[in-house]
């Protein structure tokens, strides 16, 4: 295929490359005439291992060619690949001015084109906010267009690589997504990326601007962690390497899809007290823990926020279906169901309890006193189904995938239902009135 490359920077240099090395004819493009001129003479304008081979091998087999005019680049290609900066604006958001120029030379480079008929795919690699190409790439490509479909799509294929193993990363992705709604840009970019070894996953715009958002909050999360637990067990005489390295080899809880699904608050017996506990530790030894500290409060604000979303809509009788801290155990401990339930009897809603695992006669020891402390009249919010707590409910908040539960919904549907675990199913996602907490 026929590719300009836009941005001839880390992303850049690197994706020329690889595609030139992988058959494809490549032009790419940078405002700087520096990199460009580097690249024209066989070096790359960045440091990655292997790059400057690759480079070198494109340009003198002719497969990669530069140039600082971007319509120069786009003319006659099939698709062109924004890999343009994306800096911080003042404020922290996202400068896309680089991005939008880049588009802009994109639509007058194919208004002007010499084969005005050939599909051509824009698609943005730069790390770019999602709404970003629905609400401004291509309404900028429209203006001077016309509306997209037969001439030309759009797309979102976020960059995973590292620096520092750029190339590697390149040819080795942890998974590529082309993020459109054009079949013809998913079938073009499924073409242009054949080499690797899974095909590209096709999903909505935003899905895929978010997911690259998601992929680096959790990795500074992660480095964040690691650090946060250090700085405390240092002074507690334990060299946390070791810790951390027997922590990552738990792929199952620790390492693993576990615990990374949204959804409602944790709780439970050990989360929050042993949270409480660490936080105790580094107040103990003088040491902040803002990220592991902020997890409790974020917690809350997830209880507080479902509790607005209960209250801000009419409406005084809530069935609360489920309500031990997770499906298949009746421990009430610190669940932020009870919390939920506490908080709406006190501003004087009708709640109406159900949970499938919980027996009020089976109750004993602290469980019991955690829910006879919170709620001391829990027999009488009690429902014996979920089909009784539906009974006469303005809006059911579920945190309870128990078939039961389901069909009891799917029978007698309140007119609202706020699902807390995304566990339901598709008849009950249909039906009018349901809302995901966070989808
Ligand atoms: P970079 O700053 O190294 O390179 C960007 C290049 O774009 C520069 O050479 C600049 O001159 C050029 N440019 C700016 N406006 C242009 C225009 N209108 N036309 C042509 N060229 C133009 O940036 P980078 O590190 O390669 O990152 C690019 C994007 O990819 C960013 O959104 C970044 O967040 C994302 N990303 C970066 C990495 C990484 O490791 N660096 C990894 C994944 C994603």
């Known amino acids: 295929m026929k590719a300009a490359v836009l941005g001839l920077g880390y992303v850049g ?3 020329a490359a690889a595609l030139a090395s992988r058959g494809h004819e490549v032009c790419g493009a940078d405002i700087d005439a520096s990199k460009v001129e580097m690249i024209a003479s066989g070096r790359s304008p960045v440091i990655e291992p292997g790059l400057d081979e690759l480079v070198a091998a494109a340009v003198s087999s002719g497969s990669l060619r530069t140039s600082t005019d971007v319509g120069e680049a786009v003319r006659g290609a099939d698709v062109s690949l924004v890999c343009v900066g994306t800096p911080s604006a003042p404020g922290g958001g996202t400068d896309l001015g680089y991005v939008m120029r880049a588009v802009d030379d994109i639509a007058q480079a194919l208004r002007d084109s010499a084969r005005p008929k050939a599909f051509h795919s824009v698609v943005v690699r730069s790390t770019v906010p999602p709404g970003t190409v629905d609400d401004l790439v291509t309404p900028a490509i429209e203006r001077t267009l016309g509306p997209a479909g037969a001439a030309y799509g759009t797309a979102m294929c976020p960059e995973f690589l590292r620096e520092g193993s750029g190339v590697a ?3 080795d992705p942890p998974f590529t997504v082309v993020g459109t709604s054009s079949a013809a840009v998913a079938s073009a970019m499924t073409e242009l990326l054949g080499f690797l070894d899974a095909p590209p996953r096709v999903v909505e715009v935003r899905t895929a601007e978010a997911l690259k958002y998601a992929c680096n909050a959790f990795h500074a999360t992660k480095v964040s962690f690691a650090n946060e637990l250090a700085r405390v067990f240092r002074l507690l005489d334990i060299d946390s390497r070791q810790v951390m390295e027997l922590f990552c080899e738990d792929h199952s809880l620790n390492i693993s899809p576990r615990y990374l ?21 580094a107040r103990m030894n003088n040491v902040d823990l803002p990220m592991l500290a902020g997890t409790l409060v974020s917690n809350d604000l997830t209880v507080a926020e479902v509790v607005d979303r209960i209250t801000i809509e009419g409406g005084l ?15 009430l401990r610190e669940s932020p169901n009870v919390q939920l339930a506490e908080t709406l009897l006190g501003k004087g809603y009708q709640v109406k309890i159900h949970d499938p695992v919980v027996k009020p006669s089976r109750l004993v020891g602290t469980n019991l006193q955690f829910v006879e402390s919170r709620l001391p009249h829990l027999q009488r919010f ?6 009784e707590a539906l009974d006469g409910a303005d809006v059911a908040v579920v945190c309870s995938a ?9 029978a007698r549907p309140p007119k609202r239902i706020l699902d807390l675990n995304g566990e339901l199913g598709e008849a009950v996602e249909a039906l009018h009135g349901y809302e995901g907490v966070g989808w």
């Open 261 to 281: 699904r949204p959804g409602f608050a944790f709780g439970g017996p050990c989360l929050p007290k042993d949270l409480r506990s660490l936080l105790h530790m």
């Open 13 to 15: 240099t690197v994706t």
């Open 169 to 171: 990363d390149f040819f």
């Open 317 to 331: 009788v809530v069935a609360l279906l489920g309500l031990s801290f997770k499906a298949s155990s009746d421990d």
């Open 402 to 410: 128990d078939a039961a539960v389901i069909d009891a919904l799917i």
């Open 382 to 387: 009690l429902a014996d189904s979920a089909l």
